[in-house]
Nanobody, 124 residues
Framework: QVQLVESGGGLVQAGGSLRLSCAASIRTFGTYGMGWFRQAPGKEREFVAA????????DYADSVKGRFTCSKDNAKNTVYLQMNDLKFEDTALYYC?????????????????WGLGTQVTVSS
């Protein structure tokens, strides 16, 4: 059974940094594209970042480009989201998701496995 477990969320002041981790219990982790999504109260879940199975290709939402960095360690079955210069509007529940196949994209329905999320709260 595939499990994704996020960690690293918390409360941080605006301008601060957090590093989210997502540990995956996937035997063939290296063949999955991974994505980060977030959902704020009263809003729909939205794309944040994605990384291909190799880790060489990444994609970011415009709202986080230049501030967030997604990386992947296939040896540790873990994907990371480094978040710098956090803003109040980054406050949300952050989810890690796995998509079968080499590529990763922004399409929520393409992601087969999801974690339960980790809360990020940015105080202004």
């Amino acid at each position: 059974q595939v499990q994704l477990v996020e960690s690293g969320g918390g409360l941080v002041q605006a301008g601060g940094s957090l590093r989210l981790s997502c540990a995956a219990s996937i035997r063939t982790f290296g063949t999955y594209g991974m994505g980060w999504f977030r959902q704020a109260p009263g809003k729909e879940r939205e794309f944040v970042a994605a990384i291909s199975w190799s880790g060489r290709n990444t994609d970011y939402a415009d709202s986080v480009k230049g501030r967030f960095t997604c990386s992947k360690d296939n040896a540790k079955n873990t994907v990371y989201l480094q978040m710098n210069d956090l803003k109040f509007e980054d406050t949300a529940l952050y989810y890690c998701a796995a998509k079968p196949g080499a590529t990763a994209n922004r399409i929520i329905s393409d992601y087969k496995y999801w974690g339960l999320g980790t809360q990020v709260t940015v105080s202004s």
